[in-house]
């Protein structure tokens, strides 16, 4: 299935969310689609790291919506 996964910033003061990543993917399942916005939390070359993320379909249903974990991201990185 194709799904679009969006990376984002948040805004503590009022929860505002700008997208700083955008990536289109196939993946087989929502477990696929989870590992592939992991490798590219770390591979993506985004102005800031992302703090949440949403997996949607083509038609825009939402599948998964989560924070990212910046110990995470950060971990593969100089």
């Known amino acids: 299935m194709r ?14 969310h700008a997208v ?7 993946v ?3 477990d696929s ?5 992991r490798l590219l939390v770390q591979s993506l070359n985004m102005p800031q790291d992302p703090d949440s993320m949403t997996i949607t379909d ?11 974990d910046t110990e995470a991201v950060n971990e593969g990185r100089p």
């Open 58 to 68: 083509a038609d825009g249903k939402i599948h998964y919506c989560g924070i990212i």
């Open 33 to 37: 689609a989870v590992g592939a916005a």
């Open 20 to 26: 700083i990543g955008r990536e289109t993917v196939e």
């Open 28 to 30: 087989d399942d929502l």
């Open 3 to 16: 799904i679009v996964i969006e990376f984002y910033r948040t805004r503590d003061a009022d929860d505002a």
